[in-house]
Structure formats: C-alpha cells, structure tokens
C-alpha cells in the first residue's frame, strides 16, 4: 500500500503539475517531418512496411478514425479519443477532452489519477478548469480509463509489473483475434520512447495498437505516422477497452 502525502508533498505536486501543464501549454504540435524510425521499427510507408500491412490483420475503422495529437502533451487524450471515434461517440475536438466529464451524474474520481485525491471533493465546475488545464501535461492511463468507461466501455488497465511479455502477446492476439471486429475490443499502451530511438517532449507516449502481423510478430503502431513495432520489450502499462 502507497505511503500517504504529506501535505507539503501534496502542495510541492499540484504545484509542479500546474506549472508544467502552464508551461507545455505554449508548445505547438510539430508540423511536417518524420519520427526517427529506430532499428526495431519498420516504417509503414516503406516496401517492407506496405508488405506486412497487406498481410497483417488490421483494424481498419480504428486506422481511418485516427486523430493526430493537436498538441505535444496530447497522445493519451488522441488516443482516447481515436477509439471512441471509431465507435462514434465522444467529443472530436481534443481541447474538449474534458466535456464528457462535465457531462456526466457523477464525477469518476478524475483528481486522483493525477495523485491530487483531495481535490475530487472540489466543485465540478471547478475540476473540469483543472482537468481542461492538466491535460497539458499529459493524461495518465488512470484517467483515460475513466473517460472511456462514461462513453459506456469495458475497461481494464494492465501493467507490466504484473504480466510478462507473453500474456501482452495474448492481450494484442485476442484484440485482433477474427472474432474481435464486433466485440468493441482495442488495445492501447503506454511505452517508453526512449527505448526505440524518439526524442519528442516526454519518456513516455500512448498510442493504440492498429494491427497485428501475428506470423512475424509485429505490431501496427499507427499514431507514430505508421511503424511496424517488434520492440514488445518497450511495453510499460496497457489499457483494454471493449
């Protein structure tokens, strides 16, 4: 069981959260250019990379609902968001991400995805200010989860501390297993970039997982303007919807 905050650690947390959310809100998504594409990746737009898409089973309405991250700080909130377009609900506007909290009975425990409990007993009104705000800088799996479970998902989020690469391997062969095209089933993670050669904004990126070449194990990792990944090592925690 986690230690409980001071409440000097607190106040040292939420400060640090509203000024790095403060100053990542002035960057500007990158316009143009490619990711580094690390020996583990195959670019999707390379011979390499259209053979294995041809072949591999690939989830076509996630791959055309798919949103670009309008901001440096928005993987997580793009993502989401992707797959509730597939599905066709939630809002489109990515600084909107917020709204369906606001739109919702009863508030899901939002602060504390951030470490910040305390302030889930603050006003609505109030918290979705906050929320709209954080989300500059970055959204956890924690509260992703909690988002997609008011657009009326199943929600389960795994970690790596937990699983072993194998049982990932089962949760990425059952998210496009034949059967999973009518099942609302999708499959984002979280991994560190670092580990496969990018260098942009953070460690970490969220991104869902497009599609799967079972018989040369590799995966579509769409978001990154289209890889083809092996690297299943990089896995940190990933999130089941269905």
């Not at 500059?136 to 909690?146: F, K, R, S, T």
Request: aromatic share 8%; with cysteine.
């Amino acid at each position: 069981m986690p230690r409980a905050q001071t409440v000097p650690e607190y106040v040292v947390r939420l400060f640090r959260s509203l000024r790095d959310a403060t100053r990542h809100r002035r960057l500007s998504a990158p316009v143009g250019g490619k990711l580094v594409c690390h020996s583990r990746l195959i670019d999707l737009n390379s011979q390499e990379g259209q053979r294995l898409a041809a072949e591999a089973f690939v989830n076509q309405k996630l791959v055309q609902a798919l949103l670009r991250q309008e901001h440096p700080a928005f993987c997580a909130v793009a993502s989401a968001m992707t797959v509730a377009s597939a599905e066709e609900v939630g809002p489109a506007d990515q600084k909107r991400f917020a709204d369906v909290f606001r739109k919702a009975e009863t508030w899901p425990p939002v602060m504390a995805c951030y470490g910040l409990d305390a302030l889930d007993a603050l006003p609505a009104l109030l918290k979705y200010w906050l929320l709209s705000h954080l989300q500059y800088d970055g959204a956890p799996l924690a509260l992703l989860a909690q988002w997609l479970r008011l657009l009326d998902f199943d929600v389960e989020i795994l970690s790596s501390a937990d699983l072993d690469e194998d049982a990932f391997r089962e949760d990425v062969l059952a998210t496009f297993s034949s059967s999973s095209d009518e099942s609302r089933r999708f499959l984002l993670i979280n991994y560190s970039r670092s580990v496969v050669g990018q260098r942009m904004f953070s460690g970490g990126n969220i991104v869902p997982i497009g599609g799967l070449h079972e018989k040369e194990d590799k995966a579509l990792n769409p978001p990154a303007q289209g890889i083809f990944v092996s690297a299943y090592t990089v896995l940190l925690r990933h999130i089941i919807t269905g």
